[in-house]
């Protein structure tokens, strides 16, 4: 598929039967302001052209993605050889081989977990309030063995205005700066710190801001109705 060679591979010392990808709006059929390879069918596009991104990039998996319905909770699904029925969760865990594993995002943060023998791989969908909800802490706690993660591009510091409410939900002022009578929330700090306090040291990053390169990444915050793109990981 066209774009592939655009699309992120986490710069981090994987177990060689772990695989990881994260999609950018690169590819695909979508057109207008979903242009590109968008793999959200709750954002407005044309559903025909949606599956047809989804078909475009199952060629380059093992197997169909584990599609969550991502509603900023703290739920994390264990994923075995079917995806459950009720699969609103923003985070997800298997140690099935070959089962791949996705969270979408459009400025929110996605983070690629692989346990260091390679015997598990997880995500997590980490925006505002599923890091307040400790969405991390809740995936994390059901994992047994050390693990690693990757932070994807997601909306930075430099873009990602907040409200008192939105600091005032976390008891930490780590990852927040003033701006007049708002903050500025840096996702990334506070998931490394959240990470890092439930035993994951070892944390890589890709530092690229989603606001900031328009024709590269999604992001619903700069432009509201837009497309969403995949992080993805599995083991053989």
Not at 154 to 169: D, L, N, S
Not at 204 to 223: G, K, M, Q, W
Request: overall charge neutral; hydrophobic content about 40%; glycine content about 10%.
């Amino acid at each position: 598929m066209t774009g592939v060679s655009e699309w992120l591979v986490p710069d981090w010392r994987l177990p060689a039967n772990v695989h990881a990808v994260f999609t950018t709006r690169a590819g695909g059929f979508s057109e207008g302001p979903y242009a590109g390879l968008n793999l959200g069918l709750h954002v407005g596009d044309e559903p025909a052209l949606v599956a047809r991104n989804r078909q475009a990039l199952v060629q380059m998996l093992p197997a169909e993605p584990a599609w969550l319905d991502q509603v900023h909770s703290n739920r994390c699904l264990s994923i075995g050889s079917a995806v459950p029925d009720d699969n609103k969760a923003d985070a997800a865990f298997t140690d099935q081989k070959n089962r791949v594993l996705a969270v979408m995002v459009g400025d929110c943060l996605p983070i690629l977990l692989s346990e260091t023998n390679g015997q598990g791989v997880a995500v997590v969908h980490a925006g505002w309030k599923g890091l307040a909800n400790g969405v991390i802490a809740s995936t994390l706690k059901n994992l047994r063995g050390e693990w690693m993660a990757w932070l994807g591009p997601a909306i930075g510091p430099c873009h990602y205005e907040v409200g008192t409410e939105v600091r005032q939900a976390f008891e930490s002022g780590m990852g927040f700066s003033e701006r007049g009578d708002r903050w500025m929330m840096d996702l990334k700090r506070v998931a490394r710190a959240q990470l890092e306090q439930a035993g994951v040291r070892r944390v890589t990053s890709a530092e690229e801001c989603t606001f900031c390169l328009p024709d590269r990444y999604y992001s619903y915050r700069r432009d509201g109705v837009t497309g969403r793109m995949a992080g993805l990981i599995w083991f053989s």
